[in-house]
């Protein structure tokens, strides 16, 4: 709306950025917002290629993007009397203010230069906005106006915040109280796991508690030998048992190998875990991961049931689900010596020196999750639930 403010005014002309094309065209997104007011209005023209609608007046207003840093130099030599950003903090700095070098107008116009911008705390931005707008804003004459969600009547909160509260604690203070500083805080608390007097019915458990159940065994594999230079990652191997929603991690394998003492301590893992535990190993990507996967089906771990499966997406979008698990107390913990290290880990994520058992914490849970709604489906499939009732066989 405040883009469309001076339409009726020759020479004016507005440009909405969202980083990517594909956010501008979502439904409901600026594009097809402005499609639905505008178009079959008298006198109004769009013209597809450029994004652009042109009004009666000869104003224009135009949808743009900077997908990658350089798209900024598009707009050289562009001029505009408005300049608005949806979602500024998934722009970068250097971004924002190029296009800022984008707004002029004539001398005797009277129409006011502008800039204004929307966002959710978080993002590759986050830092660059709270600084600028946040903590030197008002000395620089830069207006903040933070809004809740009670701020927004038109949305339908009773279906909204259920939602919000299957997210990790970070995004979800982000996005539903509009809270800034949360970018300090980390993904997981230990009293989440072993209790506090605010979680005085969280424990750690006797391995002989937890329930049959699906159960996996997880890896992530480091080649790296005790004693290398540096600060090498660890080899780290989690089993975990679902049941009822709750996840059960009882044991946790973490050192640091070559590649024959890694191969010989996952066989001797897979012996004690049993057949019916499930593998998963983390394949890298290119013809390497795939070979070794190949070797552990076909001769280390040969009789077991193993399966490799490259990770897709940012580790801290991975271990989302199972921060937010943890917080409502669906992961139970076996009392074990290495109980210590991992919860100092978790505390750390994603800041840490490792992430080897948080990201196998992240993978059994998210490969329990996909296992046993497969079951699940499979039970309504075989009950006749999901598709109709099972036909009757004739009778003979």
Known sequence: MAALQYVDIPNY???????TYNDLSLPGALMDRAKQWLNGKQGIRWNEQTHTFTFPSGAKLT?????????KYRYQGAEFTFIGFDEL????????????????????SYVPLRVRCATNPGGVGHEWVKQRFLI????????????????????????YIPNLNQLDPVTRKQLLDGNWDVKDFYMFKREWLIGSKNYPNRHLINLNEVPEGQTVRVWDFAMTAEGSKGDPDYTS??????QNGVMYVSDIKHFRGSPQQ???TVRATAEKDGKTTQIYI????????????????????LGYVVHGEKPTGEKTVRAMPVSSACEAGNVRLVAASWISSFLDELEGFPEGAHDDMTDTFAYAYNTLCRLTRRVQVHAQIDSGKLYGAKPTPPQR
């Open 13 to 19: 002309s507005a440009i909405l950025f969202r980083r």
């Open 63 to 71: 949808f743009g993007y900077l997908d990658t840093e350089t798209d």
């Open 89 to 108: 903090t998934q722009f970068t700095e250097s971004q924002y203010t190029y296009l800022l070098s984008r707004l002029r107008r004539l001398k005797d």
């Open 136 to 159: 030197e804003g008002t000395a620089n004459n830069r207006v903040f106006v933070p809004a809740r969600l009670d701020d927004n009547p038109s949305i339908d909160k009773e279906s």
């Open 237 to 242: 191997g989690l089993k975990a048992t679902m």
């Open 262 to 264: 890694i191969e010989a």
């Open 282 to 301: 983390e394949e890298e990507n290119g013809a390497a991961g795939k070979n070794l996967i190949d070797q552990y089906q076909r001769n280390i771990l």
